[in-house]
């Protein structure tokens, strides 16, 4: 069966600042890359290092993006509506702490998913966007 979430794309307003934040809060690598002299679009993308099967996604440098037929979406941080959640490695106590000493605020804290023997907590990140966590400790 395929993943629900195929991909994501996390508005960001300071680029640099939001690498930091996902680097060291999730322990993840993340790619940056940036644009070549032929492409249109002039922002960098950083992309979540994923394994084969796992859902990817991105830390996004733009405001706007236009498609090839002209339609244009835009991209600004949150603290409402749509919420994803990523999954974190260890503890997520000592996920949490890291959310809050790299400037993110915990909105929810650690609570249990008994039927899913997980753990979640909500964030907003270093961006202003509301973003969950799950752990399975």
Known sequence: M???LN???IPSTDFDRAVDFYSVVLERDIDVHSPGEDDAVGER???FHVEDGEVGGMIVESDEYTAESGAKISYEPT???L???LSVDGDLDDVLARVDSNGGET???KESIPEMESHF???TDSE???VGLVSNE
């Open 2 to 4: 395929t993943h629900v």
């Open 7 to 9: 991909w994501f794309e």
């Open 121 to 123: 907590a909500v964030i």
């Open 45 to 47: 993308a950083g992309m």
């Open 79 to 81: 603290d409402s509506g």
């Open 83 to 85: 919420v994803i959640y």
């Open 128 to 130: 202003g966007n509301r």
């Open 107 to 109: 909105v929810i804290p």
